[in-house]
Nanobody, 125 residues
């Protein structure tokens, strides 16, 4: 199995930047796809971005939701078993609990096996 721990969420002003981290552990953590979702109260968990595991594709495959494309950058450091989400030009609409996911490849919550506890990002204006 894979265990995930997110960190980095905080209060930030609109237009600012923030970097979230997700540390993965487990026997297969270095060979599993990982991604980010976000959720606000009363709404379903929504896809943000995802990146494939090493050697799954030659150059790696990255997906972004249209709402964050051009502003957010997802990356991973395989040696550190860490997934990152660099968020630039933040908007109040980005306010949500951000969750790290692993063990899947989907824009839907149901397509992933493992989840972190979430980290709150609040964007003020």
């Amino acid at each position: 199995q894979v265990q995930l721990v997110e960190s980095g969420g905080t209060l930030v002003q609109a237009g600012g930047s923030l970097r979230l981290s997700c540390v993965a552990s487990g026997r297969t953590s270095s060979r599993v796809n990982m991604g980010w979702f976000r959720q606000v109260p009363g709404k379903e968990r929504m896809f943000v971005a995802a990146v494939t595991a090493p050697d799954t594709w030659s150059d790696g495959k990255i997906l972004y939701d249209d709402s964050v494309k051009g502003r957010f950058t997802v990356s991973r450091d395989s040696a550190k078993n860490t997934l990152y989400l660099l968020m630039n030009s933040l908007k109040p609409e980005d306010t949500a609990v951000y969750y790290c996911a692993a063990g899947g490849w989907s824009t839907f919550e149901s397509g992933w096996t493992y989840w972190g506890q979430g980290t709150q990002v609040t964007v003020s204006s």
